[in-house]
C-alpha cells in the first residue's frame, strides 16, 4: 500500500496549530483578560481543543507519521473532525463520537504494536489510549468537565511515561525497577478508574500514582545522562528533569486538595502544573524530535530555545502563586505568560527550520 503524501501530514500540522491557537485564545478569555470571543460559552472550549484538537492530533500524527500508513491518519482525521464539531456548536454526540474513535484507533494502533513486538512500554501507551478513550466516552455521556479532565491527564501522562519507559531500557533496570514502574501505572489507573463513581477519592489516589511516577522519572529516567552533553541533549534533560519536578508538584496537589478538583483558582492549580508544567516541558524538549519526524524538515537546536522554556515555567509559578492568593494578579498574568511562551516556541522553532533550510 502506498504511503500518504508529505502534504497530508502538513495540513494536520497546520489544523492542530490552529485548534493551538484557538486554545489559547479561550485559555486567555477564560483567565478575564479582555479578549474578542466568539459567544458565552467560548471559555469552555479550551480543554477540549487543547487536549483532543491539539495534543490529540499531533500525537496521532507523530504515529501516522512513524508508521506511514493511511489507517493510521484516521486518528488525527478523526480528532480534527471533533473539534471542528466542537467549534460549530454541534450535538455532543457530533462532537464526542469522533473522539472516540480517534481514541479506539490509537488504542489499536499500540495493540497492534504490542502483538509486533511484545514490550511493557507498548502496554503502557495501550492504556494511555484507552484512557483517553475512557475520557472521551465519560464526555459523550454529559459528565462535568472535572470527571474528564482526570482520563486526559492519564492520556498524556501515561503516554510520554511509556516513551520515557522505551528509552531506558538502554539503561537495563533491574526487575525491581520495573516492577516499582508497574506499581505507579497501576495506582494511577486505579485512581483513574475510582474517579468514575466517586471523583474525590480517585483524583487523591491518581494523585499518589502520578508522585511515585515522577519520583521514578527523576530517579532512573536517561535525562540525568545528558545533562553533561552540549546542545540539544542538555536542553532536553533540562526541560525533562524540570517537568518531573512540575508533575510530582501535581501529584501532590491531587493528593492534598481532591476536594478542589471542581472549579477555581486551587483547581486551575491542579491541572497546570500538569498540562503546562510537564507536558509542555515535554513538548518544548522533544519538538526538534518530532516535528522532523512529522515534517521532514531539519530543526538544529538553538540556544534560544532556552527562552521559551524559562518563559513558560516563570509563568507558571507566576499563576500557581496567584492561585493561592500569594501573589495578587498572578494567576491571570502568569496565564498571559504561559500563552506568550508557546507562541514564543512556534516562533523560535519557525526560525530554525528556516536557518536550517535555507542555509
Known amino acids: ?21 484557538i486554545a489559547l485564545w479561550s485559555g486567555l478569555t477564560r483567565l478575564e483578560w479582555e479578549l474578542p470571543k466568539p459567544d458565552a460559552d467560548f471559555d469552555s472550549l479550551h480543554g477540549p481543543l487543547m487536549t483532543i484538537g491539539f495534543l490529540g492530533t499531533l500525537i496521532g500524527l507523530e504515529r501516522a507519521a512513524a508508521l506511514n500508513r493511511w489507517w493510521v491518519y484516521g486518528i488525527p482525521l478523526f480528532s480534527v473532525i471533533s473539534i471542528g464539531a466542537l467549534l460549530v456548536d454541534a450535538p455532543l ?10 481514541a479506539l484507533l490509537l488504542t489499536l494502533f499500540f495493540a497492534a504494536l504490542y502483538r509486533r513486538q511484545p514490550a511493557e512500554h507498548f502496554v503502557v501507551m495501550t492504556l494511555s489510549a484507552a484512557a483517553l478513550c475512557i475520557g472521551n466516552a465519560v464526555w459523550f455521556a454529559e459528565a462535568p ?3 474528564v479532565v482526570p482520563w486526559w491527564t492519564g492520556f498524556l501522562v501515561l503516554t510520554i511515561a511509556g516513551e520515557r519507559l522505551e528509552l531506558s531500557r538502554l539503561r537495563r533496570p533491574p526487575s525491581f525497577v520495573r516492577v516499582q514502574f508497574r506499581m505507579t501505572v497501576a495506582i494511577v489507573m486505579v485512581g483513574l478508574t475510582i474517579s468514575i ?18 519520583l521514578w522519572l527523576l530517579r532512573y529516567d536517561l535525562a540525568w545522562q545528558n545533562l553533561g552533553q552540549p546542545g540539544l541533549p542538555r536542553f532536553m534533560a533540562r526541560c525533562l528533569i524540570v517537568g518531573y519536578l512540575w ?3 501535581g501529584g501532590v496537589m491531587w493528593l ?4 478542589f478538583f471542581a472549579a477555581g483558582p486551587v483547581y486551575d492549580a491542579m491541572l497546570h502544573t500538569i ?8 513538548i518544548f524538549a522533544h519538538g526538534p524530535i518530532i516535528l522532523p519526524t512529522i515534517t ?15 518563559l513558560l515555567h516563570a509563568g507558571l509559578l507566576l499563576r500557581i502563586a496567584g492561585d493561592f492568593d500569594l501573589i495578587a494578579s498572578g494567576r491571570k498574568w502568569g496565564g498571559a505568560l504561559n500563552v506568550l511562551a508557546i507562541l514564543l516556541f512556534i516562533l523560535n522553532n519557525i526560525r530554525a527550520v528556516k536557518l536550517a533550510n535555507h542555509s
Open 197 to 214: 463513581f466517586s471523583l474525590f477519592l480517585g483524583v487523591r489516589i491518581a494523585g499518589a500514582g502520578l508522585m511515585a511516577l515522577a
Open 296 to 310: 521532514g524538515m531539519k530543526l538544529p537546536f538553538q540556544n534560544l530555545f532556552y527562552l521559551h522554556a524559562a
Open 145 to 147: 468537565l472535572s470527571q
Open 93 to 102: 454526540p457530533v462532537i464526542a463520537l469522533p473522539a472516540i474513535l480517534a
Open 247 to 249: 508533575l510530582a508538584a
Open 256 to 259: 492534598a486538595f481532591a476536594p
Open 1 to 21: 500500500m502506498n504511503s500518504p503524501p508529505l502534504h497530508i501530514r502538513f495540513v494536520f500540522l497546520a489544523l492542530a496549530g490552529l485548534s493551538l491557537i
Open 275 to 282: 498540562f503546562v508544567g510537564f507536558v509542555f516541558s515535554m
